[in-house]
């Protein structure tokens, strides 16, 4: 009695489980801190326009927004809206927000939400536009190298940092990087090339850094996260006069990556790419200009007309310039960082932005994937017809192409929901252009790494080998040719979801032979599957599947010979799938030719094969989570509530029903005669 009420009490808090679920470190985060460097205007001044931060998210329910300027109220007092999975909210920003100057503000935009968020900074001047990725505080750094740009084409070009911070009391060490004999001019103090600036910054308080030289190479060091970004307030690239403002947001060093392809914006000029190490003794290369050795806080460049790949032996940032309009090619100049292919991310929600002067840009998506995957590839739920794709090169079995996109807002992933792509979506209009990545990972790859056990979908690097998630579970293959199966993965895909589609091919192709008399002999096993339901569905569909395709065809003298035995399988899910393989394999053989006889088979109960967006784990919503966890909370207080009681009560009948039995069980063996020969009879107590 007393083992059936542990059961019972067992069973019972067996079933108050709650999912606990773990934010992938991405471009999507639910608290943001920004600021809006100094745009100016392409013949000089500074910018009328208003700022615009866009905002989207990719969970299903409502999530609520919070933007404000907490220390410049007077200039903005904030607003609240709400934002869904697939809609873009376009929020304006006063112009005022804006930082003028080399000095220190108390401009910084705070962007909160209830649930994750992706968030774009859009910095407008006069036919002059560029644009960032933002990048939640969670994932953000102490270290940072700097790229930035500068051209001597006119006075007013100031190539510019701006730091802001998001804790009190932030220390920070700057080492400058400085061209043209470029100075910084900061509280009475002149800062030159190699020099060291060394500062406090308060949570929300902007420091701007200008100069007239490059300051690609800045490192910025600081005793708490803060957020920077890098560009200039207008500038030319390259041989043509056309000029823009350019910048973006940079991340940390320790979420850099080592390989990375591009290839450059669609009717400009050459692209200049730059390479900037973290490290001494960076060894960069590629197949068209060798082998390049860098020091930290160095850059090599380069220009590239076609589709380009870089790897490097230590951690580097790849940032692609669009250069302006020269020798009848179109283009005026934008920024944007490269997305490492070891941080792709699986889904991005993104709006394309207007000029400004209210039109609409011509938007390209550049896009990246492994293999021919791309084909496959889905914007707004849609599959992209292949002549939505042009310009598609392969190097380093990564497919890079174009992607013409409509002016609004848009989604993009592949069809399977898991596989990883990376890309940058670029504008271009008269005299104007943006660019920026789309989204990506922010995992922390570049620092110490211990191996931990795996779970699925987590975003991290769970095997310590520099990538992030880049196995499928149960594919039985190794996805990363590494050697090794399972070790880091995205998703968990059913074992037999392979078998299933061999089949299918299988059995389609058999039917379409033309019909000869044979004599077949086949050896048919009758399998008695494991009690797992995906296996049985999986047998269920594969008998379906050969019993159609061998009643299809048309009837012609044959004389067949059948052997039936009955295996018992073992319950390991390889050896199922084995066995499986062989039943698809003898199936096949037995269809392959006409046939006068048809068995008949009683098929099990088939059930909705399961999708894999059912299987992936990491698609439990938080208001899933939150329901349950809530849920189990409420419960588990009402068993705390009278466990106590209960449990007496429970004993206090057990010791009573014990008592009882053994009292009755003595009687019964005093009373009991056995007959001669027969075994000695003992009960057992439980």
């Known amino acids: ?41 392409s013949q000089g001044g500074t910018s009328q326009i208003p700022l615009k931060v866009f905002i989207t998210t990719s969970n299903l329910g409502i999530v609520s927004v919070s933007i404000s300027a907490p220390l410049a109220k007077d200039i903005y007092s904030g607003e609240n809206i709400t934002v869904s999975k697939g809609v873009v909210r376009e929020v304006t920003l006063p112009k005022n927000l804006r930082v003028q100057g080399t000095g220190r503000s108390y401009k910084a935009v ?40 500068f051209s001597v084409f006119a ?19 700057i080492k400058i990087k400085s061209t043209n004999r470029g100075k910084i001019n900061l509280e009475s103090k002149k800062y030159e090339n190699n020099d060291w600036l060394n500062t406090t910054i308060s ?10 030289g490059d300051l690609t190479g800045t490192f910025v060091q600081s005793s708490q996260k803060i957020s920077v970004f890098g560009g200039t307030t207008v500038t030319n690239i390259g041989e043509g006069t056309s000029k823009d403002h350019i910048e973006e947001q940079i991340p940390p060093v320790n979420v850099w990556g080592k390989q990375f392809a591009m290839s450059p914006v669609p009717d400009t ?24 050795t860098l020091q930290a806080g160095q850059f090599y460049e380069t220009r590239v007309s076609s589709a380009y790949y870089i790897s490097s032996n230590k951690p580097v940032l790849t940032v692609q310039y669009v250069p302006s309009a020269h020798d009848g090619h179109n283009g005026d100049p ?36 492994e293999g021919l995957s791309y084909k496959e590839l889905v914007l707004d739920n849609n599959p992209i017809p292949q002549r939505g794709f042009s310009n598609v090169a392969q190097i380093n079995n990564i497919s890079i192409g174009y992607i013409k996109i409509p002016h609004g807002s848009h989604t993009l992933k592949h069809s399977s929901g898991v596989l990883p792509l990376g890309g940058i979506l670029y504008g271009g209009g008269y005299h104007e252009s943006y660019a920026f990545p789309v989204g990506q990972r922010f995992t922390p790859i570049n620092q110490e790494c211990h191996p931990q056990p795996m779970v699925v979908g987590d975003g991290l690097d769970n095997d310590c080998d520099g990538r992030v998630d880049e196995e499928i579970c149960n594919d ?17 895909q059913s074992p037999t979801t392979m078998a299933t589609a061999k089949l299918t091919t299988t059995s389609t192709s058999s039917t379409a032979r033309p019909t000869t008399p044979t004599t077949l002999s086949t050896r048919t096993t009758t399998t008695k599957q494991p009690t797992t339901k995906r296996t049985t569905r999986m047998a269920t569909a594969k008998l379906t599947t050969t019993s159609t395709s061998s009643t299809a065809r048309p009837a012609t003298p044959t004389t067949l010979s059948t052997r039936t035995t009955t295996t018992k399988q073992p319950t390991t899910k390889k050896t199922t799938t084995m066995t499986t393989k062989k039943l698809t394999t003898s199936s096949a053989r037995s269809t392959a030719r006409p046939t006068t006889r048809t068995t008949t088979t009683k098929q099990p109960t088939t059930k909705r094969e399961i999708s894999m967006d059912q299987i992936k784990p990491q698609w439990f919503t938080l208001t899933e989570i939150g329901i349950t966890s809530g849920v189990a909370i409420v419960v588990l207080g009402a068993i705390g509530a009278c466990c106590k009681k209960c449990w007496g009560l429970l004993k206090n009948r057990d010791d009573d029903d014990d008592e009882d039995e ?18 000695s009879i003992r009960p057992m107590y439980m």
């Open 662 to 679: 053994k009292r009755y069980r003595r009687k019964r063996r005093s009373t009991t005669k056995l007959p001669i020969g027969a075994p």
């Open 1 to 41: 009695m007393k083992a059936k009420t542990r059961m019972i009490l067992l069973v019972f808090f067996s079933m108050v489980v709650s999912y606990l679920g773990k934010e992938v470190p991405d471009n999507a985060g639910k608290d943001f801190i920004i600021g809006f460097m100094e745009a100016s205007q």
């Open 203 to 212: 949570r929300f308080e902007v420091l701007q850094l200008q100069c007239k």
């Open 334 to 369: 934008a920024m944007t960082l490269v997305p490492p292919i070891e941080q792709s991310n699986v889904f991005y929600s993104f709006l394309t932005p207007k000029s400004s002067d209210n039109k609409n840009f011509e938007n390209t998506f550049i896009f990246l994937m």
């Open 269 to 292: 000029s050459p692209n200049f790419i730059r390479v900037l190490a973290s490290e001494d003794d960076t060894v960069v290369s590629n197949k068209n200009h060798g082998i390049h």
């Open 476 to 492: 039985y293959k190794d996805n990363d040719v590494d050697g090794k199966e399972n070790e880091d993965c995205v998703t968990e």
């Open 155 to 173: 006075s007013f070009f100031k190539s510019t940092i701006v730091i802001v911070g998001t804790e009190e009391g932030t220390t920070l060490q």
């Open 110 to 149: 705070h962007i909160i939400s209830s649930d994750e968020i992706v968030v774009f900074g859009i910095n407008e001047a006069h036919h002059s536009t560029d644009g960032f990725l933002g990048i939640p505080i969670d994932v953000l750094g102490t270290q940072y190298f700097v790229p930035s740009f």
